[in-house]
Protein backbone atom coordinates (compact mmCIF):
# COMPACT_ATOMS: atom_id res chain seq x y z
CA UNK A 1 0.00 0.00 0.00
CA UNK A 2 1.33 3.81 -0.25
CA UNK A 3 1.47 6.34 2.44
CA UNK A 4 2.79 4.22 4.91
CA UNK A 5 5.03 5.64 7.80
CA UNK A 6 7.23 3.52 9.04
CA UNK A 7 8.03 1.82 12.46
CA UNK A 8 10.18 0.14 15.37
CA UNK A 9 11.42 -2.65 16.55
CA UNK A 10 10.60 -6.39 15.83
CA UNK A 11 11.02 -6.83 20.16
CA UNK A 12 8.48 -4.41 20.92
CA UNK A 13 5.81 -4.33 18.03
CA UNK A 14 6.42 -6.67 16.01
CA UNK A 15 7.86 -4.65 12.92
CA UNK A 16 11.51 -4.46 11.57
CA UNK A 17 12.08 -1.30 11.25
CA UNK A 18 11.64 -0.37 6.61
CA UNK A 19 10.92 3.07 5.45
CA UNK A 20 8.09 1.20 3.56
CA UNK A 21 6.41 0.02 6.65
CA UNK A 22 4.97 3.00 8.34
CA UNK A 23 1.64 2.63 9.75
CA UNK A 24 -0.92 5.20 8.38
CA UNK A 25 -3.65 6.60 10.91
CA UNK A 26 -6.95 5.84 9.21
CA UNK A 27 -10.26 6.03 11.68
CA UNK A 28 -10.19 7.48 15.65
CA UNK A 29 -12.45 7.00 18.91
CA UNK A 30 -12.06 10.47 20.09
CA UNK A 31 -9.00 12.02 20.19
CA UNK A 32 -7.70 8.63 22.89
CA UNK A 33 -7.72 6.27 19.98
CA UNK A 34 -6.37 5.60 16.27
CA UNK A 35 -6.90 2.98 14.08
CA UNK A 36 -3.50 2.03 12.38
CA UNK A 37 -2.81 0.23 9.03
CA UNK A 38 0.08 -1.48 8.32
CA UNK A 39 0.83 -3.91 5.26
CA UNK A 40 -1.75 -6.78 3.73
CA UNK A 41 -4.77 -4.89 5.56
CA UNK A 42 -3.56 -5.80 9.02
CA UNK A 43 -3.82 -3.45 11.90
CA UNK A 44 -3.92 -2.10 15.44
CA UNK A 45 -5.64 0.17 17.62
CA UNK A 46 -3.35 2.71 19.44
CA UNK A 47 -3.99 4.32 23.03
CA UNK A 48 -2.52 7.95 22.65
CA UNK A 49 -3.07 8.58 25.84
CA UNK A 50 -1.35 5.31 27.38
CA UNK A 51 0.81 4.83 24.65
CA UNK A 52 -0.86 1.09 24.50
CA UNK A 53 -0.87 -1.23 21.27
CA UNK A 54 -3.18 -3.38 20.97
CA UNK A 55 -2.40 -6.54 18.97
CA UNK A 56 -2.01 -7.19 15.52
CA UNK A 57 -5.58 -7.59 13.96
CA UNK A 58 -6.87 -7.90 10.09
CA UNK A 59 -8.83 -3.96 9.99
CA UNK A 60 -11.97 -5.83 9.23
CA UNK A 61 -12.27 -7.49 12.31
CA UNK A 62 -11.63 -4.48 14.47
CA UNK A 63 -13.52 -1.88 12.04
CA UNK A 64 -16.33 -4.49 12.80
CA UNK A 65 -16.29 -4.47 16.55
CA UNK A 66 -16.40 -0.67 17.35
CA UNK A 67 -17.87 2.65 15.86
CA UNK A 68 -14.96 4.72 14.03
CA UNK A 69 -15.31 7.90 12.37
CA UNK A 70 -12.69 8.96 9.76
CA UNK A 71 -9.24 10.67 10.90
CA UNK A 72 -8.89 14.20 11.48
CA UNK A 73 -5.87 14.57 13.62
CA UNK A 74 -2.20 15.22 12.03
CA UNK A 75 -0.01 13.59 15.00
CA UNK A 76 3.14 12.60 14.18
CA UNK A 77 2.52 8.92 14.63
CA UNK A 78 6.54 8.52 14.27
CA UNK A 79 7.07 10.37 17.44
CA UNK A 80 4.21 8.76 19.74
CA UNK A 81 4.96 5.13 18.49
CA UNK A 82 8.31 5.65 19.77
CA UNK A 83 7.72 4.70 23.81
CA UNK A 84 4.57 2.37 23.05
CA UNK A 85 4.51 -1.09 24.48
CA UNK A 86 2.31 -3.71 23.40
CA UNK A 87 -0.45 -4.68 25.90
CA UNK A 88 -1.22 -8.22 26.18
CA UNK A 89 -4.38 -7.45 28.12
CA UNK A 90 -6.29 -6.30 24.79
CA UNK A 91 -5.60 -9.77 22.97
CA UNK A 92 -8.76 -11.86 24.40
CA UNK A 93 -10.37 -12.73 21.57
CA UNK A 94 -14.15 -11.97 21.86
CA UNK A 95 -16.67 -15.40 21.86
CA UNK A 96 -17.82 -16.12 18.47
CA UNK A 97 -20.62 -18.40 17.85
CA UNK A 98 -19.12 -20.14 14.98
CA UNK A 99 -16.23 -20.89 17.68
CA UNK A 100 -18.59 -23.87 18.71
CA UNK A 101 -20.68 -24.44 15.98
CA UNK A 102 -18.36 -25.15 13.41
CA UNK A 103 -19.68 -28.67 11.91
CA UNK A 104 -21.40 -28.26 8.56
CA UNK A 105 -25.08 -29.00 9.89
CA UNK A 106 -24.24 -25.14 11.56
CA UNK A 107 -23.20 -24.03 8.62
CA UNK A 108 -26.42 -25.75 6.92
CA UNK A 109 -28.54 -23.52 9.49
CA UNK A 110 -26.44 -20.24 8.81
CA UNK A 111 -27.25 -20.09 5.00
CA UNK A 112 -30.97 -21.24 5.16
CA UNK A 113 -31.20 -18.36 7.47
CA UNK A 114 -29.78 -15.38 5.20
CA UNK A 115 -31.33 -17.30 2.40
CA UNK A 116 -35.02 -16.77 4.04
CA UNK A 117 -34.06 -13.19 4.91
CA UNK A 118 -34.42 -12.55 1.39
CA UNK A 119 -37.86 -12.63 1.63
CA UNK A 120 -39.86 -9.22 0.52
CA UNK A 121 -41.80 -9.16 4.17
CA UNK A 122 -38.35 -9.08 5.88
CA UNK A 123 -37.29 -5.66 4.21
CA UNK A 124 -39.25 -3.75 6.81
CA UNK A 125 -38.11 -5.42 9.75
CA UNK A 126 -34.10 -5.48 9.04
CA UNK A 127 -33.22 -3.68 5.31
CA UNK A 128 -29.56 -4.24 5.50
CA UNK A 129 -30.32 -8.06 6.77
CA UNK A 130 -32.72 -8.23 3.77
CA UNK A 131 -30.14 -6.56 1.29
CA UNK A 132 -27.58 -9.13 2.39
CA UNK A 133 -29.45 -12.01 1.81
CA UNK A 134 -30.60 -10.50 -1.44
CA UNK A 135 -26.92 -10.07 -2.50
CA UNK A 136 -25.99 -13.50 -1.39
CA UNK A 137 -28.90 -15.32 -3.41
CA UNK A 138 -27.92 -12.72 -6.54
CA UNK A 139 -24.37 -14.27 -6.06
CA UNK A 140 -25.73 -17.69 -6.51
CA UNK A 141 -27.41 -16.61 -9.84
CA UNK A 142 -24.85 -14.70 -11.17
CA UNK A 143 -22.18 -17.61 -10.82
CA UNK A 144 -24.74 -19.23 -13.33
CA UNK A 145 -24.86 -16.24 -15.35
CA UNK A 146 -28.73 -15.68 -14.73
CA UNK A 147 -29.86 -12.26 -13.49
CA UNK A 148 -31.88 -12.41 -9.98
CA UNK A 149 -35.82 -12.11 -10.58
CA UNK A 150 -37.93 -10.45 -7.91
CA UNK A 151 -38.14 -12.99 -5.24
CA UNK A 152 -41.73 -13.44 -4.80
CA UNK A 153 -41.54 -16.87 -2.96
CA UNK A 154 -38.90 -19.07 -1.71
CA UNK A 155 -39.20 -22.23 0.42
CA UNK A 156 -35.92 -23.87 1.73
CA UNK A 157 -35.35 -27.56 2.93
CA UNK A 158 -32.08 -28.99 4.66
CA UNK A 159 -31.69 -32.44 3.81
CA UNK A 160 -33.30 -32.51 0.79
CA UNK A 161 -32.78 -36.32 -0.22
CA UNK A 162 -29.24 -36.27 1.71
CA UNK A 163 -28.44 -33.26 0.12
CA UNK A 164 -27.85 -30.26 1.87
CA UNK A 165 -30.09 -27.25 1.08
CA UNK A 166 -32.51 -26.83 -1.59
CA UNK A 167 -34.03 -23.38 -2.04
CA UNK A 168 -37.41 -23.16 -4.53
CA UNK A 169 -38.12 -19.53 -5.65
CA UNK A 170 -40.91 -18.53 -7.67
CA UNK A 171 -41.76 -22.14 -8.73
CA UNK A 172 -38.99 -21.67 -11.24
CA UNK A 173 -35.01 -21.88 -10.09
CA UNK A 174 -33.76 -24.80 -7.80
CA UNK A 175 -30.68 -23.30 -5.58
CA UNK A 176 -29.30 -27.00 -4.80
CA UNK A 177 -26.30 -26.26 -1.81
CA UNK A 178 -23.65 -28.52 -1.48
CA UNK A 179 -21.92 -27.28 1.60
CA UNK A 180 -18.45 -27.97 2.72
CA UNK A 181 -16.39 -27.08 5.31
CA UNK A 182 -13.11 -28.88 5.34
CA UNK A 183 -13.91 -31.60 3.12
CA UNK A 184 -14.55 -32.80 -0.54
CA UNK A 185 -17.13 -34.03 -2.45
CA UNK A 186 -17.01 -38.25 -2.85
CA UNK A 187 -19.04 -41.11 -4.46
CA UNK A 188 -20.17 -39.11 -7.35
CA UNK A 189 -22.72 -37.79 -4.94
CA UNK A 190 -23.40 -34.51 -7.08
CA UNK A 191 -24.81 -35.89 -9.97
CA UNK A 192 -27.05 -37.78 -7.45
CA UNK A 193 -28.33 -35.03 -6.06
CA UNK A 194 -28.89 -32.99 -9.65
CA UNK A 195 -30.69 -36.02 -10.62
CA UNK A 196 -32.95 -36.69 -7.41
CA UNK A 197 -34.27 -32.87 -7.73
CA UNK A 198 -34.82 -32.95 -11.23
CA UNK A 199 -36.88 -35.95 -11.05
CA UNK A 200 -38.96 -34.23 -7.89
CA UNK A 201 -39.01 -30.70 -9.94
CA UNK A 202 -38.12 -31.81 -13.71
CA UNK A 203 -39.00 -28.45 -15.45
CA UNK A 204 -37.23 -26.27 -13.03
CA UNK A 205 -33.73 -24.05 -13.81
CA UNK A 206 -31.43 -25.44 -11.46
CA UNK A 207 -28.70 -23.67 -9.91
CA UNK A 208 -26.02 -25.88 -8.42
CA UNK A 209 -23.78 -24.60 -5.53
CA UNK A 210 -20.68 -26.06 -3.68
CA UNK A 211 -20.47 -23.93 -0.88
CA UNK A 212 -17.21 -24.31 0.35
CA UNK A 213 -15.15 -22.16 3.32
CA UNK A 214 -12.37 -24.11 3.32
CA UNK A 215 -9.31 -24.23 0.25
CA UNK A 216 -8.73 -27.16 -2.11
CA UNK A 217 -6.38 -27.69 -4.99
CA UNK A 218 -9.08 -27.85 -7.90
CA UNK A 219 -12.27 -28.21 -8.48
CA UNK A 220 -12.27 -29.92 -11.51
CA UNK A 221 -14.98 -32.70 -10.66
CA UNK A 222 -16.80 -30.39 -9.08
CA UNK A 223 -17.83 -27.81 -12.76
CA UNK A 224 -18.09 -31.37 -14.35
CA UNK A 225 -21.20 -32.36 -12.32
CA UNK A 226 -22.22 -28.90 -13.15
CA UNK A 227 -21.93 -27.27 -10.05
CA UNK A 228 -20.62 -23.92 -9.49
CA UNK A 229 -17.49 -23.27 -6.71
CA UNK A 230 -18.89 -20.35 -3.83
CA UNK A 231 -15.64 -19.65 -2.46
CA UNK A 232 -15.03 -18.14 0.80
CA UNK A 233 -13.90 -15.25 -0.49
CA UNK A 234 -16.86 -14.64 -2.36
CA UNK A 235 -18.86 -15.00 0.88
CA UNK A 236 -16.73 -12.46 2.74
CA UNK A 237 -17.05 -10.03 0.19
CA UNK A 238 -21.19 -10.71 0.51
CA UNK A 239 -20.70 -10.12 3.98
CA UNK A 240 -18.15 -7.61 4.11
CA UNK A 241 -20.79 -5.67 1.75
CA UNK A 242 -23.51 -6.37 4.22
CA UNK A 243 -21.92 -4.95 6.98
CA UNK A 244 -20.57 -1.99 5.39
CA UNK A 245 -24.33 -1.24 4.39
CA UNK A 246 -25.39 -1.64 8.05
CA UNK A 247 -25.87 -4.77 9.04
CA UNK A 248 -25.39 -5.01 12.96
CA UNK A 249 -27.14 -8.98 13.38
CA UNK A 250 -24.89 -10.54 15.91
CA UNK A 251 -25.53 -14.09 13.86
CA UNK A 252 -24.17 -12.33 10.38
CA UNK A 253 -21.25 -10.51 12.00
CA UNK A 254 -19.97 -13.44 13.84
CA UNK A 255 -20.14 -15.68 10.57
CA UNK A 256 -18.16 -12.98 8.90
CA UNK A 257 -15.63 -12.34 11.42
CA UNK A 258 -15.29 -15.91 11.39
CA UNK A 259 -14.70 -16.44 7.90
CA UNK A 260 -12.42 -13.21 7.97
CA UNK A 261 -10.20 -15.56 10.84
CA UNK A 262 -9.66 -18.07 8.23
CA UNK A 263 -9.02 -16.08 5.23
CA UNK A 264 -6.63 -14.44 7.92
CA UNK A 265 -4.96 -17.81 8.85
CA UNK A 266 -4.35 -18.67 5.16
CA UNK A 267 -2.96 -15.35 4.16
CA UNK A 268 -0.24 -15.59 7.25
CA UNK A 269 2.05 -16.76 5.25
CA UNK A 270 2.72 -13.52 3.63
CA UNK A 271 3.89 -11.46 7.17
CA UNK A 272 4.77 -15.09 9.34
CA UNK A 273 8.67 -16.16 8.99
CA UNK A 274 8.48 -19.45 7.33
CA UNK A 275 9.73 -21.18 10.11
CA UNK A 276 6.39 -20.37 12.07
CA UNK A 277 3.94 -20.96 9.40
CA UNK A 278 1.24 -23.42 10.47
CA UNK A 279 -1.00 -25.83 8.31
CA UNK A 280 -3.22 -22.47 7.32
CA UNK A 281 -0.28 -20.47 5.77
CA UNK A 282 1.30 -23.66 3.72
CA UNK A 283 -2.21 -23.75 2.36
CA UNK A 284 -2.18 -20.27 1.55
CA UNK A 285 1.58 -20.64 0.26
CA UNK A 286 0.61 -23.50 -2.27
CA UNK A 287 -2.17 -21.63 -3.58
CA UNK A 288 -0.03 -18.58 -3.89
CA UNK A 289 2.21 -21.33 -5.61
CA UNK A 290 -0.44 -22.39 -8.16
CA UNK A 291 -0.47 -18.70 -9.50
CA UNK A 292 3.54 -19.31 -10.81
CA UNK A 293 3.40 -23.02 -11.01
CA UNK A 294 1.14 -25.99 -12.89
CA UNK A 295 0.49 -28.40 -9.96
CA UNK A 296 -1.32 -29.71 -7.51
CA UNK A 297 -1.41 -29.50 -3.51
CA UNK A 298 -3.11 -31.32 -0.78
CA UNK A 299 -2.78 -33.11 2.73
CA UNK A 300 -0.68 -36.26 2.37
CA UNK A 301 -1.25 -38.64 5.34
CA UNK A 302 1.34 -41.39 6.18
CA UNK A 303 2.32 -42.95 9.60
CA UNK A 304 4.69 -40.37 10.47
CA UNK A 305 1.95 -37.93 10.82
CA UNK A 306 1.55 -36.57 7.37
CA UNK A 307 2.22 -32.87 5.82
CA UNK A 308 0.59 -30.38 3.77
CA UNK A 309 2.46 -31.37 0.08
CA UNK A 310 2.54 -29.87 -3.68
CA UNK A 311 3.55 -31.84 -6.59
CA UNK A 312 4.15 -31.26 -10.24
CA UNK A 313 5.18 -33.40 -13.26
CA UNK A 314 8.70 -33.66 -14.16
CA UNK A 315 8.86 -32.55 -17.91
CA UNK A 316 10.38 -35.25 -19.91
CA UNK A 317 10.07 -37.99 -17.30
CA UNK A 318 6.37 -39.12 -16.95
CA UNK A 319 7.49 -41.55 -13.71
CA UNK A 320 9.22 -38.70 -12.17
CA UNK A 321 7.74 -35.63 -10.53
CA UNK A 322 8.33 -33.39 -7.84
CA UNK A 323 6.81 -32.97 -4.40
CA UNK A 324 7.47 -30.13 -1.92
CA UNK A 325 7.19 -31.58 1.66
CA UNK A 326 6.52 -28.18 2.94
CA UNK A 327 10.08 -26.93 3.66
CA UNK A 328 11.25 -29.68 1.88
CA UNK A 329 11.45 -30.84 -1.51
CA UNK A 330 11.57 -34.21 -2.88
CA UNK A 331 12.11 -35.61 -6.49
CA UNK A 332 10.18 -38.64 -6.38
CA UNK A 333 9.50 -42.04 -8.65
CA UNK A 334 6.04 -43.01 -8.88
CA UNK A 335 5.78 -46.84 -8.67
CA UNK A 336 4.34 -47.76 -12.07
CA UNK A 337 6.28 -51.04 -12.04
CA UNK A 338 9.14 -52.80 -9.85
CA UNK A 339 12.49 -50.88 -9.81
CA UNK A 340 15.58 -53.23 -9.21
CA UNK A 341 18.57 -51.14 -7.19
CA UNK A 342 20.61 -50.50 -10.19
CA UNK A 343 17.66 -48.75 -11.63
CA UNK A 344 17.20 -46.59 -8.74
CA UNK A 345 21.09 -45.85 -8.08
CA UNK A 346 20.97 -44.98 -11.75
CA UNK A 347 17.93 -42.52 -11.46
CA UNK A 348 19.67 -41.00 -8.57
CA UNK A 349 23.27 -40.60 -10.10
CA UNK A 350 21.52 -38.43 -13.27
CA UNK A 351 19.49 -36.48 -10.65
CA UNK A 352 22.34 -35.65 -8.85
CA UNK A 353 24.18 -34.78 -12.30
CA UNK A 354 21.48 -32.73 -13.40
CA UNK A 355 21.09 -30.59 -9.95
CA UNK A 356 25.56 -30.28 -9.65
CA UNK A 357 24.82 -28.69 -13.88
CA UNK A 358 21.86 -26.37 -12.43
CA UNK A 359 22.91 -25.58 -8.83
CA UNK A 360 19.73 -27.15 -7.58
CA UNK A 361 21.25 -28.39 -4.40
CA UNK A 362 19.64 -32.03 -4.28
CA UNK A 363 20.82 -34.40 -2.35
CA UNK A 364 20.85 -38.55 -1.65
CA UNK A 365 18.05 -38.58 1.52
CA UNK A 366 19.46 -40.80 4.23
CA UNK A 367 17.13 -43.19 3.14
CA UNK A 368 15.53 -44.52 0.13
CA UNK A 369 12.60 -46.12 1.42
CA UNK A 370 10.65 -48.28 -1.14
CA UNK A 371 6.93 -47.77 -1.68
CA UNK A 372 4.22 -47.15 -3.88
CA UNK A 373 6.35 -44.12 -4.61
CA UNK A 374 9.84 -43.22 -3.55
CA UNK A 375 12.42 -40.15 -2.77
CA UNK A 376 15.79 -40.60 -4.57
CA UNK A 377 16.49 -36.83 -4.02
CA UNK A 378 15.66 -33.66 -1.83
CA UNK A 379 16.28 -30.48 -0.21
CA UNK A 380 15.62 -29.05 2.50
CA UNK A 381 15.10 -25.29 2.93
CA UNK A 382 13.78 -24.07 -0.93
CA UNK A 383 12.18 -21.28 0.42
CA UNK A 384 13.70 -17.75 -0.54
CA UNK A 385 13.30 -15.75 2.59
CA UNK A 386 13.60 -11.94 3.36
CA UNK A 387 15.92 -10.90 5.94
CA UNK A 388 13.27 -10.83 8.95
CA UNK A 389 12.70 -14.71 8.00
CA UNK A 390 9.10 -14.13 5.84
CA UNK A 391 8.93 -15.71 2.57
CA UNK A 392 10.37 -14.08 -1.05
CA UNK A 393 7.70 -15.08 -3.43
CA UNK A 394 8.98 -13.77 -6.90
CA UNK A 395 12.75 -15.72 -5.76
CA UNK A 396 11.11 -18.91 -4.33
CA UNK A 397 9.41 -19.21 -7.54
CA UNK A 398 11.96 -18.32 -9.72
CA UNK A 399 13.80 -21.01 -7.60
CA UNK A 400 11.24 -23.86 -8.08
CA UNK A 401 11.09 -23.49 -11.77
CA UNK A 402 14.52 -24.34 -12.30
CA UNK A 403 13.67 -27.90 -10.89
Known amino acids: ?????????????????????????????????????????????????????????????????????????????????????????????????????????????????LMTWSKHDYRLVDEPLHEAALHFVAEIFKVHHQSLPEIKSIEITRQFKSLDILAII???YAILIEDKTYTKNHSNQLTRYREVVGIEYPKYVQLPIYFKIADQSHYRSIEKAGYKPFKRRMMLEVLKNGKDNGVKNAIFLDYYHHLQKIQDRIEAFWTVPVNDWNAFAWQGFYQELQKGLKGDWGYVSNPRGGFWGFWWESSGNHNQYIQLEEDRLCVKISADGEYGEEFVLNRLKDVL????????????????????????????????????GTIDMGATIFELRKF
Not at 63 to 81: K, V
Open 1 to 113: MEGYSAYVCRDKCGYVKRVDDFPRVIAQQGDDRLLLLYPNDQARIFDVRDAILWPQMHVEAILGRGYWEDYTGNQDIEMLLQDARVSEAYSIELPNLFQFATSELSQDAFLCW
Open 353 to 388: SESERKNLLLKKPARLRKGKTMTIAERKHYIQTNPD
Open 170 to 172: NDT
